[in-house]
């Protein structure tokens, strides 16, 4: 039931407006607004505006007044500029790069909000940072996105909606008080491969998951193309070993991709190093041609030169994380919107509906 669309780019005026058409169709066919909208209020910061005013575009709403700014010393300065007393509101925040300043921005918006009287604060964070420091790998070391959750709840949230969370278990750092809403991205990539079923081989398909911690994402990626009546899709799975952070020591694939197109399925790409090392260790094993699907598109460090010459044919991201300048100049990256998605989960939530 979600329309997956993809981002426009900033300087197409064009494909923006077009965007824009497809909006005002949805908001169209969809019902009246009814009298809850009156107490909702949604606030962004400047982690991710695009997103954001996508997302009231969607809801035919628009973004709440706040300034989020800084003083002369650097320190967040955040001043709200509309009555939000005993309203819903909803704060949407990526917590990714400058991953520091973003988390205070949304740490002191919900305190603001606390201390303006808000009824109830929901937090969409499309990206949760930290989220990949989820145990201790080693003795002396923190568990972050614990301590994120933590962080948050001690803030006064009421509820936190994100985006293709690292591990699931992350949802249990936050106490019962504090409901936890991990939504999907991967019908986008679904989409995406059904709308380019002409150059993807979708009846001699292999998922690949590029760890053991994702097979159960790339199994129903698996699942979702056979619903659609491709039932010749094979899952295989990519054994790595990492000396440290960021670095793959060796990998091992498990199962075949010989003569079969491939759609390596993961949550994110953050330096592309893994990545790429999954798409020359799966052309060593036959494949064809190779595609990636990662809801989150971090590309740090040398991810963009990487990419580039490496094999993948495409590599389809979302905008939870806001587009960066050097990845226009890339034909290899695609990006879609979970607007849809989050806009979708708001309504669904004030109408207390299921998620």
């Known amino acids: 039931f979600f329309l997956m669309i ?10 923006s407006s077009a965007a824009s058409d497809v909006y005002k169709r949805q908001v ?4 009246p607004a009814i009298e809850f909208y009156q107490n909702v209020s949604i606030f962004s910061g400047n982690s991710n505006l695009p997103l954001a005013q996508e997302i009231c575009e969607y809801l035919g709403t628009s973004l709440g007044k706040i300034s989020v700014g800084r003083f002369s010393d650097g320190e967040v300065n955040i001043q709200i500029q509309a009555n939000v007393r005993g309203k819903d509101i909803f704060i949407i925040q990526s917590t990714c790069n400058p991953v520091i300043e973003n988390l205070v921005e949304l740490l002191l918006m919900v305190s603001t909000m606390k201390r303006a009287s808000a009824g109830k604060i929901n937090v969409i964070i499309p990206y949760y940072g930290y989220s990949r420091q989820d145990r201790k790998v080693a003795p002396r070391v923190p568990i972050s996105a614990a301590d994120v959750a933590r962080l948050l709840e001690v803030m006064g949230v009421d509820r936190v909606i994100a985006v293709d969370l690292h591990c699931g278990q992350i949802q249990g750092f936050f106490g019962p008080r504090v409901p936890v809403d991990n939504l999907e991205a991967n019908m986008a990539g679904l989409t995406y ?14 998922i690949v998951s590029p760890d053991a911690g994702g097979v159960a994402r790339a199994k129903k990626f698996q699942d979702m193309l056979k619903n659609q009546g491709y039932n010749n899709i094979s899952l295989a799975m990519i054994i790595k070993h990492r000396g440290k952070a960021s670095q793959v020591d060796s990998m091992h694939l498990v199962g ?5 197109d491939v759609v390596i399925v993961d949550d994110m790409v953050d330096t592309a190093g893994t990545l790429c090392k999954a798409v020359e260790e799966l052309k060593n094993n ?6 990636a699907f990662a809801t989150h598109g971090l590309f740090s460090g040398n991810a963009f030169e990487r990419i580039q010459k490496s094999s993948i044919e495409k590599i389809v991201v979302t905008n939870t994380i806001p587009i960066r300048d050097q990845e ?4 290899k990256i695609v990006r879609l919107s979970v607007a849809p998605i989050l806009a979708e989960a708001i309504r669904r939530i004030q109408e207390k509906e299921s998620i």
């Not at 491969?193 to 292999?206: C, G, M, P, R, S």
């Not at 075949?256 to 079969?260: D, I, K, L, M, P």
């Not at 036959?286 to 595609?291: R, T």
């Open 256 to 260: 075949s991709v010989e003569n079969q």
């Open 6 to 15: 993809r981002r426009p780019p900033r300087s197409t005026q064009s494909r």
């Open 193 to 206: 491969l059904l709308d380019h079923k002409d150059k993807i081989d979708l009846n001699n398909l292999a």
């Open 28 to 31: 169209r066919n969809r019902p």
């Open 286 to 291: 036959g494949a064809k041609n190779i595609y």
């Open 328 to 331: 226009e100049k890339s034909e």
